[in-house]
T-cell receptor
Framework: EPEVTQTPSHQVTQMGQEVILRCVPISNHLYFYWYRQILGQKVEFLVSFYNNEISEKSEIFDDQFSVERPDGSNFTLKIRSTKLEDSAMYFC??????????FGPGTRLTVL | RKEVEQDPGPFNVPEGATVAFNCTYSNSASQSFFWYRQDCRKEPKLLMSVYSSGNEDGRFTAQLNRASQYISLLIRDSKLSDSATYLCVVNPNSGGYQKVTFGTGTKLQVIP
């Protein structure tokens, strides 16, 4: 059983369009993370989210990105105006009781 | 020096062999260390945490050397199903539900 589920599994969009990627935790958790992995490259941290607030973000997470938990359950990552270089796998992760993290299956974003 | 550095491989080993991977990290204040495995186009999955005293989980043994700032993963009696990319992950924060840094991964191919 996955720790979190993510939708959609694959998103294709045109450059300049907005996309929203969703993460749904299986049970109630307070700590969430978004990562991305460009094909053939390493997993990169984007942002951490605790108790409905951003707790840390990387230099990749610029003004084009935002996160929220609109209904107290789903956790979303929005990219306002996609660029070609945003094409990647986007993983949501939830934090455990220790500082281990458990990843969802990912959303493959393709920007044309 | 990269934050987390791994030999990308690939390591091609026969079934039943023992194989070891090393990973070095640059931040001497790092507190938590993990090994994840990632299958092609899938999410990273936690393999094991790495404790100061070293720890073992079945065929897998992890070691931490703080003085030299490296961690290792030993896999005994390799199985075909062990073929994957092994990711070294470092958290510089104590008790930290914060950013972790991934290595680029070491690819293992177990050959029949």
């Amino acid at each position: 059983e996955p720790e979190v589920t993510q939708t959609p599994s694959h998103q294709v969009t045109q450059m300049g369009q907005e996309v929203i990627l969703r993460c749904v935790p299986i049970s109630n958790h307070l700590y969430f993370y978004w990562y991305r992995q460009i094909l053939g490259q390493k997993v990169e941290f984007l942002v951490s989210f605790y108790n409905n607030e951003i707790s840390e973000k990387s230099e990749i997470f610029d003004d084009q990105f935002s996160v929220e938990r609109p209904d107290g359950s789903n956790f979303t990552l929005k990219i306002r105006s996609t660029k070609l270089e945003d094409s990647a796998m986007y993983f949501c992760a939830r934090g455990g009781r220790t500082d281990t993290q458990y990843f969802g299956p990912g959303t493959r974003l393709t920007v044309l | 020096r990269k934050e987390v550095e791994q030999d990308p491989g690939p390591f091609n080993v026969p079934e039943g062999a023992t194989v070891a991977f090393n990973c070095t990290y640059s931040n001497s204040a790092s507190q938590s260390f993990f090994w994840y495995r990632q299958d092609c186009r899938k999410e990273p999955k936690l393999l094991m945490s790495v404790y100061s005293s070293g720890n073992e989980d079945g065929r897998f043994t992890a070691q931490l050397n703080r003085a030299s700032q490296y961690i290792s993963l030993l896999i005994r009696d390799s199985k075909l199903s062990d073929s994957a990319t092994y990711l070294c992950v470092v958290n510089p924060n104590s008790g930290g539900y914060q950013k972790v840094t991934f290595g680029t991964g070491t690819k293992l191919q177990v050959i029949p």
